[in-house]
């Protein structure tokens, strides 16, 4: 047996075992989508127990939410559309900055708001590992400006 | 060729289940149009106009419970000079026909997918993706596809798959093992497997965070973890952070030659430590600062300290912050204020801002960097809204920057009728 048949075996036998298990579970899911829309920033625990305090979408969510949604591919799609991760975390070739499309959003601390051009030289070798995953591998076309 | 006619095929396929879709109110449908005009003019140097038309469409419950498609892109033409080297450019984010059970969550998508999930972070890849709940707590994704990233040098034999595995319980825990692989131009150019965790042994105190393993390199590439306690009274919040990241196997097969070592052999890791503070102070103002210590193998040590006060009430804001890079390399060296005020005016929303950067080394000749911004808003109904924005600039680059931005939004939104999403 070759190895890609042997990986297709695998694979096919992985999604047959979580099939089985997926359709023997009870219907313990969490829901899908908020019950009720909200306007502006939520701050769950004013709702919500202790437990939701992770997800407070206080001062400090602009920097803690990434732990938060690779936690699971549903969290931010509770409430979030897909667009609206997209304005920030751009895909292949993104060319309006996330605070050209938000000015007015000073709460949501919009990145590269103002002269981020020339703000990026240090930031960028402080910590290049916060640029990566936006302008690593995708969202060059601006950058190749530059950077040959 | 092949890709983008089977995604015109997928569009095709959910517009004729949408003509097809039984009667308004069993299907939700949504569709947001943005239009942007930025115009950027600088002394001595081109004029660009451009013009900008981001689509994101949803139709929800489509045709059959639990049938979904969704799709967002955006094309832009130079009204004026050429812009970044192209006269028109445009990127479609995702578009995916997804269907989801009545159960578990379980879901299947097709089409063009963005995904976060463990290691995968903003993957966007054409192909498909199955996920679902499990007994005892579990939680399973797995997905495969071809990258749109890697698209230099073209798609042939460009091939990501990789998945997820999650145990753990509503509020207490979730811990994630996950696995990326992706080949460009059938040669292996990435190997990831990831941790995530999430505990929250006692109430108001969580730790979230990941680790990442170069598997190509079979060496840790990066560990990131934050410790939160709180909302105490006041909404007082702390947190501390810490992050490792080897450099050599964090930055593996970036396109942006920025991220490619100048000297290969130079191991560079960065030990990141900091500490949050956010506090609701009442009458509307919220404080928060920072503190970061950057410490490298090889270029020296930095650190940071921001702080930022902010005030909301009856629709008015107001606020300001600071932050303050200190190091032994001075060309990393700055420090930053800014201001921001918004209001009602009559109908129209303003909103003024500014920032002034200082930085310790001059930057061609220039050691401060100046913008000024005005932006205004007019909600003509809950589904139509104009803004109009003005920014001055004087900075290293340009003497003098003048760039303005028109933008509309409209929107038709049936699924908010039950809640829903934004």
């Known amino acids: 047996m070759t190895r890609s048949a042997m990986t297709a075996l695998a694979a096919a036998l992985l999604l047959g075992t979580l099939g089985f298990l997926a359709a023997c579970a009870g219907p313990k899911s969490t829901a899908l989508a908020h019950p009720e829309r909200i306007e502006g920033l939520p701050i769950c625990t004013s709702c919500h127990d202790a437990a939701s305090a992770a997800t407070n979408h206080d001062a400090q969510w602009m920097r803690s939410h990434g732990a938060i949604a690779v936690r699971d591919r549903r969290t931010c799609e509770t409430c979030h559309k897909g667009s609206s991760c997209a304005d920030c975390h751009a895909g292949r070739q993104e060319e309006i900055k996330p605070s050209d499309k938000r000015p007015s959003r000073f709460d949501a601390s919009t990145p590269h708001r103002g002269d981020y051009l020339t703000q990026h030289r240090a930031d960028g070798r402080l910590d290049p590992a916060s640029c990566f995953p936006c302008h690593g591998r995708k969202n060059t076309g601006r950058c190749a400006t530059c950077h040959k | 060729m092949k890709r983008i006619a089977a995604l015109s095929a997928l569009a095709l396929l959910g517009a004729a289940l949408t003509a097809n879709a039984p009667p308004a109110g069993a299907t939700d449908i949504s569709l947001e149009s943005r239009t942007y005009m930025p115009v950027r003019g600088t002394k001595g140097a081109d004029t660009h106009a451009l013009l900008y038309e981001y689509l994101n469409f949803s139709a929800e419950d489509l045709a059959l419970p639990g049938l979904y498609l969704r799709a967002s892109g955006w094309g832009r033409t130079d ?8 006269k028109t450019n445009g990127d479609l984010q995702y578009a995916y026909l997804g269907w989801r059970a009545p159960l578990l969550n379980a879901e299947a998508r097709v089409g063009r997918i963005s995904l976060t999930a463990g290691v995968a972070r903003h993957e966007v890849f054409d192909g498909a993706l199955l996920g679902t709940d499990l007994p005892y707590g579990f939680d399973a994704t797995v997905f495969g596809g071809v990258p749109t990233e890697t698209d230099v040098g073209g798609r042939s034999s ?13 509020g207490l825990y979730r811990l994630g093992a996950s696995y990326l692989k992706e080949k460009n131009d059938g040669e292996v150019s990435r190997e990831e497997v990831g941790a995530d965790v999430f505990v929250a042994p006692v109430p108001l105190v969580s730790v979230t965070g990941s680790s990442l393993y170069n598997s190509i390199a079979k060496q840790w590439a990066r560990h990131d973890y934050r410790l939160s306690v709180g909302p105490f009274v006041q909404a007082l919040r702390i947190a501390a952070t810490w992050s490792s990241t080897d450099y050599r196997y964090y930055f593996q097969s970036p396109v942006h030659p920025a991220f490619i070592p100048e000297d290969p052999d130079a191991d560079e890791k960065l030990q990141k430590i900091g500490g949050e503070l956010s506090v609701d102070v009442g009458m509307g103002f919220t404080l928060a600062g920072q503190y970061t210590s950057y410490t490298y193998d090889v270029a020296g040590a930095a650190n940071a300290f921001s702080a930022d006060l902010g005030w909301a009430g009856s629709g008015f804001t107001a606020g300001g912050g600071y932050r303050k890079v200190h190091g032994d390399e001075a060309e990393n060296q700055y420090q ?28 061609d000749g220039e050691d401060t960097a100046l913008t000024a911004a005005l932006d205004l808003s007019y909600p003509a109904s809950p589904a139509l809204e104009f803004s109009a924005s003005v920014e001055y600039g004087k900075n290293p680059e340009y003497s003098r920057e003048v760039k303005g931005l028109l933008t509309v939004l409209w929107r038709y939104d049936a699924s908010m009728k039950n809640g829903g999403t934004k």
């Open chain 2, 336 to 363: 930053e204020f800014r201001a921001h005020a918004s209001a009602p005016v009559g109908p129209l929303g303003v909103s003024l801002s500014g920032q002034y950067l200082k930085f310790a080394e001059a930057i």
């Open chain 2, 79 to 86: 009204l004026a000079d050429e812009t970044y080297g192209k």
């Open chain 2, 158 to 170: 460009d091939t990501l798959y990789g998945g997820r595995l999650s145990q753990g319980q509503a």
